[in-house]
Every structure is written in structure tokens, then in C-alpha cells.
């Protein structure tokens, strides 16, 4: 199976379901509370159904990994595990801030180094990020590379601050980025990174799931850009609605070291990595 191919056609069906959605007043309705913690709202269980029913009609079995609607079997013999947030940044969607994603990654285990293909897709603009493990990480076709710029003055650095309790070692960090950003959907913002849009974008508050970058960690390995945990070392983590996850993403061995240094992290233990 072409799994660029099938994650490029169900991204686009996402984005058609959610296009209508985004002027009607029960986009935003809620269901109770998704398996990763927050409210399940209508625009986020339309996304989810689109992508079930577009990758099982092309012929994929597979136990879903869904932050809305938890773990389930989507065909008798599930071969493959895909792992999604069907929107990220449903609050900017539903406010009209044009900076939302959906997010969809194939593994054939349910862990983040197993993810073999995946895609997130600007809900907004005309842009989707595919990578394919081993064949690269693109933006519409195009094959992308990360920025070059390697230290705190220059560099466009995203912190998710959400809830964040702001450690001193954050704070020292905040303090030597010039250019600080957070826009709202984490996945989104790290193919930011892997494609030199920004230079690099740490999460360390302990709090994102591993379904929400699942596939965007395989867009930023694909396009050489870094990425390992708040200490320094590879990730490694079960793919669960439930698995937290930090990171610290940067477009290149330099900036990424630079950032550790500032958040106080001691590199000489994972060095090696
Ligand atoms: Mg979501």
C-alpha cells in the first residue's frame, strides 16, 4: 500500500468535512470529555469519522489510537496502528485563528519509533506535510529541509506556555530567546521546524500527548531536523491518548544544543546519542 498516497487523499477529505463546519454554530458542540483529557467536540468527531471511514474504505485494518475516542479495532484483522489528533488547535479553529492541523500517522507497533508514514494537514492553507520513514519529509511534493541558524539571538523558537508552570530552568530558557512564538497546534508548529519556517520549538511541561505529534515526529526526523526529550535523549514512548510526552525540536545539532544548555540540561550523559 502507498501509504503517502492514502494519508495525502484522507488529509484532503479532513479538510473538505471540516470546511463547512468552520461557519456553523455546532462545530463547536461537545460531547464529554475524548480519551486524552479534554471536551470532544462535534468538529473533532467529524474529523475522526472522516479519516476511519476514508482508510478503512482503502482497505486498512488497524486498532485506532484516537486522542477523541480512545483505543478501538477498525477491521477484524488490524495489521497497522494509526494514531491521531483529528484536529489540533480546535480552539483557534473554532475562533477563526487560522492555525490548525489534523494529524495522522500509520505504525506498525504502537510506539513513536515505529511510525512508518504520516501526515499533518494545515486545516487553513493549502499546505500538507507528508514523511515516509527513510524516504524523506515533504511540504506539498517538495522535499524539506530545516534552517540552518543556530543560536538564540537569531532564531524563532516556539514554547508551548499553555498551563504551564514556569520552572526557573524555563524561565532562564525565556529569557535568551529573542523571537519566542506559541500558535496553538503543537503538530503543526513542528513541521514548522522541519521545514525552516521556525528554528525550533520545545514542549517540556510534561503534558502533550504522544498522539498529538505522533506523525509530526516523523516529519521532523525525515527532514534531518532534532528532536529528543527535555534532557537531551531519543525519544521513546507508547502511542496512547493517555502517554505524555516532552521535546525539544530544533533545526539543527547546534541550536539544539544551545537550547539544552540553557534549560540547565547536563549533556554529558546522553552525549553519545
Ligand atoms: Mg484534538
Not at 467529524?46 to 471511514?53: C, H, L
Not at 485506532?64 to 497497522?80: A, D, Q
Not at 483557534?92 to 485563528?97: A, D, W
Amino acid at each position: 500500500m502507498d501509504f503517502l498516497k492514502v494519508l495525502d487523499e484522507t488529509a484532503e477529505r479532513v479538510k473538505n468535512t471540516v470546511k463547512p463546519l468552520l461557519k456553523s454554530p455546532i462545530a463547536g458542540k461537545t460531547y464529554g470529555i475524548g480519551a486524552g483529557g479534554d471536551a470532544k467536540k462535534h468538529i473533532d468527531l467529524e474529523a475522526e469519522k472522516t479519516i476511519v471511514s476514508t482508510l478503512r474504505r482503502k482497505g486498512l485494518e488497524f486498532t485506532l489510537i484516537s486522542e477523541e475516542t480512545g483505543i478501538r479495532r477498525c477491521g477484524n484483522r488490524p495489521s497497522y496502528y494509526v494514531t491521531t489528533d483529528p484536529i489540533d488547535g480546535t480552539t483557534n479553529l473554532l475562533r477563526g485563528i487560522p492555525f490548525a492541523c489534523s494529524s495522522i500517522a500509520i505504525s506498525t507497533t504502537a510506539h513513536v519509533g515505529s511510525v512508518e508514514a504520516g501526515v499533518v494537514v494545515d486545516l487553513f492553507h493549502s499546505v500538507t506535510y507528508l514523511a515516509q520513514r527513510n524516504r524523506g519529509a515533504f511540504r506539498n511534493s517538495e522535499r524539506i529541509e530545516p534552517a540552518q541558524i543556530d543560536n538564540l539571538d537569531d532564531a524563532v523558537v516556539g514554547v508551548d506556555i499553555n498551563s504551564c508552570d514556569t520552572s526557573p530552568r524555563l524561565a532562564q530558557l525565556l529569557g535568551q530567546i529573542k523571537h519566542v512564538r506559541h500558535l496553538g497546534a503543537n503538530a503543526l508548529e513542528l513541521c514548522y521546524v522541519a521545514d525552516g519556517t521556525a528554528d525550533g520549538f520545545i514542549d517540556v511541561r510534561g503534558k502533550l500527548r504522544t498522539t498529538d505529534i505522533a506523525a509530526a515526529i516523523l516529519i521532523i526526523e525525515e527532514s534531518n531536523a532534532i528532536i529528543t526529550d527535555s534532557r537531551g535523549v531519543p525519544l521513546s514512548r507508547p502511542l496512547s491518548p493517555t502517554t505524555t510526552i516532552d521535546f525539544i525540536a530544533a533545526g539543527n545539532r547546534p541550536l539544539h544544543q544551545k537550547i539544552l544548555t540553557a534549560l540547565g540540561t547536563d549533556q554529558t550523559h546522553v552525549d553519545s546519542h
